[in-house]
């Protein structure tokens, strides 16, 4: 079968189109036939090898693991022993945040995938998993959200934040999202109650006060989830050092603020899978690339200016 494959550190240059083996069902598993892919921000931290810490769990020197990806959606094409949530020609999607899903067929656990809702495509269930999850876990999970609450969502153009938006209008909150000027008629499209312009208001001088603070940015300090928030969660970072000043400064603090990585679950992923049926959580693909031109897709989104979600194609 192809695969996307790297054998050392690197940006998408170092990514080839190969012929690999086709991987054999594992118990517990499923062994699916990929459809879609879509890009994240991890697939590029992973293809980098950093931070540096990360390869600690994927390899010091070179990649443990050849076939990078996590997000997919795709058809099961055989069941290991164990399986008991999914049976052959399910539609389904979900990650592999090991890598492995930027194949025609990949091997996942049961307990990573979902159900894909009829009438759903493989392009927009394949940009679910990592994004989605996140968004959904940094709200729900993390953020303990209630309904009529207030969430100040900064980075919310982008494939997590443009999830959380509507995540969080779907669950009652009363949105104000931060993004770039050209993105404020998007975000207010897909249901944001007022867009601030970080090019036009400096947000650390921002003096609204809200029940929830969700960074997916990055670039908020310590100092701007106390002065926003009752609470707080931080998604992203642009920079260790910024990332580690903010987590250093809550450990001094009683200010409940969190700093997570999603993890894929059945019962996440059939949530998401709800809300895109019930019309109201829709990813908003900005390209579609061949998976040929996977590595043109993640230097794509390593620029950092994605509306919404970036998807990749098999052939079929």
Same mark, same amino acid.
């Given at each position: ?12 240059e ?21 459809? #879609? ?15 540096y ?5 994927f ?11 996590a997000?997919?959606?795709?058809i ?7 399986v ?8 389904v ?32 269930? #394949? ?28 980075g ?48 650390h001088?921002?003096?609204?006060t809200?029940?929830?603070v ?5 670039n908020?300090t ?5 002065r ?13 050092k ?30 998401l ?16 690339y ?6 043109e ?14 998807a ?5």
């Amino acid at each position: 079968m192809k695969a996307i494959t790297k054998q050392k550190y690197g940006g998408p240059e170092v990514l080839q189109l190969s012929e690999v083996a086709k991987p054999t069902v594992k118990e517990n598993h499923v062994l699916i036939k990929v459809i #879609a892919n879509s890009a994240n921000p991890a697939d590029w931290h992973i293809l980098r090898g950093k931070p540096y810490f990360a390869r600690l769990t994927f390899g010091l020197i070179n990649p443990k693991h050849n076939v990078l990806g996590a997000d997919f959606a795709g058809i099961v094409e055989e069941v290991g022993e164990g399986v008991s949530k999914f049976k052959v020609g399910d539609r389904v999607f979900g990650e592999m945040l090991d890598g492995g899903a930027f194949a025609e067929y990949a091997c996942a656990p049961e307990n990573v995938c979902g159900l894909m809702p009829e009438g759903a495509t493989y392009s927009e269930m #394949a940009c679910m998993p990592i994004a989605g999850l996140t968004a959904l876990q940094a709200l729900l999970t993390h953020g303990k959200l209630k309904e009529g609450e207030s969430v100040f969502i900064n980075g919310s153009s982008g494939g997590v934040g443009h999830f959380a938006v509507q995540i969080a209008k779907a669950y009652g909150a009363h949105v104000t999202a931060v993004c770039s000027s050209r993105n404020v008629d998007f975000v207010k499209s897909i249901g944001a109650d007022s867009v601030l312009a970080y090019n036009k208001e400096n947000i650390h001088q921002h003096n609204g006060t809200y029940d929830l603070v969700i960074d997916t940015n990055g670039n908020l300090t310590f100092s701007d989830y106390k002065r926003l928030g009752k609470r707080g969660v931080m998604v992203g970072f642009t920079t260790m050092k910024q990332m580690m000043s903010v987590i250093i400064r809550s450990g001094f603090s009683k200010f409940p603020l969190t700093q997570f990585t999603a993890e894929a679950n059945n019962e996440d992923l059939n949530m998401l899978a709800d809300l895109v049926k019930e019309g109201k959580l829709k990813p908003h693909i900005e390209k579609t690339y061949p998976a040929a031109k996977i590595p043109e897709a993640i230097g794509y989104i390593e620029s950092m200016r994605t509306r919404g979600k970036v998807a990749m194609l098999w052939k079929n």
